[in-house]
């Protein structure tokens, strides 16, 4: 297979090292901006009268003709081609002749491999998106429904207030937006044109870098030529990005398994998002929870995998950012489906409201209430704060919950306590009541909703 580079050398590459140096079994899945960059590219020389405009329109037709028969299958990657680059301009030229060896004038496949590859992260990023947008829709939608839940609120795994569960959720709809918008200010910085850098330096030929970053939807061309050939922090920035969304993914499905547990049982795990024993008939285990649990691992060994490549490299191009591809295509591709699946998941899932109300009743979760409470009456908050852990301490001895407790045992605490106290420590009234900016209560969360709604819009 001839190589682009032939010419200096004149042995055959060994066969093992041919092997070694491909990129085509994972770079062809960047032919569509291979060949629509070729084609902006070349539509630029025309314009410029660098090539003529016989050879342009060869150029045109045949690289069309490419694409077709790529995606519809006539045409395949089994040539034994280097990289995606050389299998089009080599299939090119068998196809329109002298003129495919034209297409390559002012360009190295430096910046064509740079262009390719933000094309196609730009592209990845766009669908990341959207599919962020739906499931932080799914989450407004399952908080709208939970929203009048009573559920307990944990620090440490270890029960602490009550809480609207729609406010649970929504803590997650957050996370979420935050990481959709560094998608899309990670977009800001991929959607820049490195084509015209050439090999490192640009080139002598006149040519119009504005024009093909327009015509290929990039804001701008790169502002130097040796970085836009030689760093991919690009792609380290997409790659931590989508580290944090896997992060939030990861934590959302910890709690969702604890969540469907029977210890817990604030969810019957849905069959479609489940799987059973291959010995123990009863079980249904939350296998899709687990596995994007799991799969946070790969998205982050992307990250430093690319870190890695890049942290000891000489300026300008070098061989090693050749590694630059399969981890992050790998880290989209892992992305992609963990968000679609866990949106599908989340939208049929049904919550037991009694059972987060029984957990909620129990723990003494309303301990802070309680402590508030002899606030309003005029105790200083660290000594209601004492009194209170008093109490908490004596009714778990006793086998008491603070509902429990007669007026006359509140009295032997302090004489501040009176039949107000009951409607004070209420689970409903005590979510009820959390009503500054951002809280836990009913009212607080229909907020949040309503402006989660208005963002995502």
């Not at 080139?203 to 030529?225: H, K, Q, V, W």
Request: with cysteine; charged share 30%; glycine share 6%.
């Amino acid at each position: 297979m001839d190589k682009l580079w032939a010419g200096k050398s004149a042995s055959e590459l060994d066969a093992l090292t041919d092997k070694f140096n491909r990129s085509l079994p994972f770079d062809k899945a960047m032919f569509k901006e291979d060949i629509t960059g070729s084609m902006a590219h070349s539509a630029m020389l025309y314009a410029k009268g660098i090539i003529s405009e016989s050879d342009y329109l060869k150029i045109t037709e045949g690289l069309k003709g490419i694409l077709s028969d790529i995606e519809s299958g006539v045409l395949t990657f089994d040539g034994g081609e280097e990289d995606i680059h050389s299998f089009v301009e080599l299939t090119l030229t068998k196809r329109v002749g002298e003129a495919g060896k034209v297409l390559h004038t002012a360009r190295s496949r430096n910046d064509q491999v740079a262009l390719d590859l933000r094309m196609k992260l730009r592209s990845d990023a766009e669908k990341i998106k959207e599919l962020l947008k739906k499931l932080i829709s799914a989450f407004v939608n399952k908080a709208e429904e939970t929203v009048d839940y009573v559920a307990p609120g944990y620090t440490h795994l270890q029960r602490a207030q009550p809480i609207s569960f729609g406010h649970q959720l929504m803590a997650y709809a957050n996370m979420f937006l935050r990481d959709l918008e560094r998608v899309e200010d990670c977009l800001k910085r991929i959607n820049v044109s490195p084509l015209g850098s050439c090999a490192l330096g640009g080139t002598t030929y006149d040519i119009d870098r504005f024009m093909t970053a327009e015509a290929l939807g990039f804001s701008r061309p790169c502002s130097n030529s040796i970085d836009g050939v030689s760093d991919r922090d690009f792609v380290a920035e997409l790659a931590f990005v989508n580290s944090l969304i896997m992060t939030h993914l990861s934590r959302f499905s910890e709690e969702y398994i604890l969540w469907s547990s029977f210890e817990f049982k604030y969810v019957d795990l849905d069959e479609r998002f489940s799987t059973g024993s291959s010995i123990m008939p009863q079980k249904k285990n939350p296998d899709v929870a687990e596995l994007v649990r799991g799969k946070t691992g790969r998205v982050y060994g992307s990250l430093m995998s690319i870190l890695t490549v890049l942290k000891g490299l000489p300026l300008a191009y070098n061989k090693d950012m050749q590694e630059d591809k399969e981890g992050i295509f790998d880290s989209v591709e892992t992305v992609k489906i963990c968000l679609e699946i866990s949106a599908e998941m989340l939208a049929v899932t049904v919550f037991n409201k009694e059972n987060m109300y029984k957990a909620a009743s129990r723990g003494f979760i309303n301990a802070t209430d309680v402590a508030d409470f002899l606030v309003t009456k005029g105790l200083e908050f660290r000594n209601a704060y004492k009194i209170t852990g008093r109490i908490v301490r004596e009714c778990i001895a006793m086998g008491k919950t603070l509902e429990e407790l007669s007026m006359d045992e509140y009295k032997n605490y302090s004489p501040l306590f009176d039949e107000g106290i009951y409607t004070a420590i209420d689970l409903t009234k005590c979510v009820k009541d959390r009503t500054s900016y951002g809280a836990a209560g009913f009212d607080s969360v229909k907020k949040q909703i309503a402006e989660m709604r208005e963002i995502i819009k």
